[in-house]
C-alpha cells in the first residue's frame, strides 16, 4: 500500500505535463488551419478639379487705383494793398465765372494817391512841353545874337581903323570891343542851350516815364480794389469780412478751376514702362471712377514728372475727357477709386484668380498628373460685380489647349494624381 502511494506521488506530475503538451499542439493545429484573410490593394488618391483649356488671346489689363482729386489752378486771392472790406459778395461753396467780383475793397484812400500821380505826370508833361517851346525859341534867338555879333565885330573893326588914325579915344575903342566879347559869350550860352536840350528833354521824358509807371502800378491797384474770378470755378473758402482792415498780400479768398479738374492715382511700377510706351504713342488710356453714385469717364493724360517723396512710386494724372461734363460730379480733394485700362496685350492666357498658385505658378495635367509651370503675371481682368478677376499671363512652356486646372488644391505639387470634372 504504500509502495503504490510511493510511486502515485512519484509520476504525479507526467499528468499535467501531459495536458499542456495536448494543448500546445491543439493550439498549433488551430492556427495551421486558420483561413488566411483575403490581400487589399492600396489604391492611390484621386482628386476631382476642374480645369480650363489653354487660349492665346488678345487682353487689357486693368487697374484698381486709389484717385485724389485736385486741381492744377487753385489759387488764393490776395489784396495788393491794405484798404477796409467794403462788400462781401460770394460764400463758400458758390459757383462764380471768369471776371465775376469776388469782394469790392474802400477805394478812397487809393484814389488820393492815383490824384496825387496824376499830377506828377501833368507837371512833367507840362515841363517838356516848356522844354521844348525853350528849345525853339533858344534856335530863333540865335540867328538875332548872330547877326548882332556881326555888328559887334564890325563895330570894333570901324574903331581900329580909327584909332590907328587917331581920330577914336581909346575908350570908344575898349566899348566896342567890350560889346563884341559879350555878344560873343551870348552866342555861345545859346549854342550851349540848344546843345544841351536833348539832354534836359531826355531827363524830363525819363522821369515822366518814372511817373507813368507809378500811376499804372497804381492804377492797377485801384482796379485790383474789385477782387474778381480769375476763370470759371467754386469758392473754396471766405477768409475775410465786410468791415475788416486788410494788410497788403493778405488771403482774402481762395477758388479752384472747375474745368480743370484732374485726379491724380500712384501706379505700381511693373506698369509704368507700358503707360509710358502707350502715352508715347499717342495711344488712349480710359479709365472710369465712381463720385456720389455716378460713373465718371477718365482718360489718362500724362505722368508725373517726379518721383513721390513718400513711396518713390509715379503718379498718373487723369482728366476728363470732355471738360464740359461731369465737373461738378468731382470734388476737390476727394478720394475716388480708379479703374484703368490699360493697352491690349496679344497672345497671352486669361485664367482665375483660383488657379494661380504662390504669385506665378499654375498647374497642367498630363497622363492624369499635375505638372507645375512658372508664369509672368502680366496684370488681370477685373471682375463685375457678378463675375470673377481674370489673371493675364505669358508662359513658353504653355500650349494652346493644354489644360489648366483652375481649382485650388492645398497639397498641390507635382505629379499629384487628379481627375477632371466631368470625365
Known sequence: MNRFKTLHQKHAWILPLA???AAALIATLL???KPSPPTIESKEKEWLVSIKPAEFVTASPELLLLGHVESPFNSQLSATIGAEVEKLLVR???LVKYGDVLIELDQEKINLVAAQ???DVNELEALIKSENNRFASDKKSLKEEVRLLDIAK?????????KVSNLVAQERYDNAESQRAQQTLAVNARKLNIADHPSRLAQLQARLDR??????????????THIRAPFDGIITSVEVSPGELIQAGQTLVSIYDKNNMEVRAQLPDRHIELIKKALAGDTLINAQAESYGQIIPLQLKRLSGQANSGTGGIDALFTLPD???H?????LNSALEVRVQLPPLAEVITLPVSAIYGSNRIYRIEDGRLISIHTKILGKQLSSDSGQDQVILKSDKISAGDSIIITQLPNAISGLKVKARGE
Open 31 to 33: 492556427m495551421a488551419t
Open 92 to 94: 463758400e461753396g458758390q
Open 323 to 325: 471738360e464740359n461734363q
Open 117 to 119: 500821380r496824376t499830377a
Open 327 to 331: 465737373e461738378e460730379s468731382l470734388v
Open 211 to 224: 511817373a507813368n509807371a507809378i500811376l499804372r502800378d497804381v492804377q492797377i491797384d485801384v482796379n485790383l
Open 154 to 162: 564890325k563895330a570894333v573893326g570901324r574903331q581900329a581903323k580909327l
Open 19 to 21: 495536458i499542456i503538451a
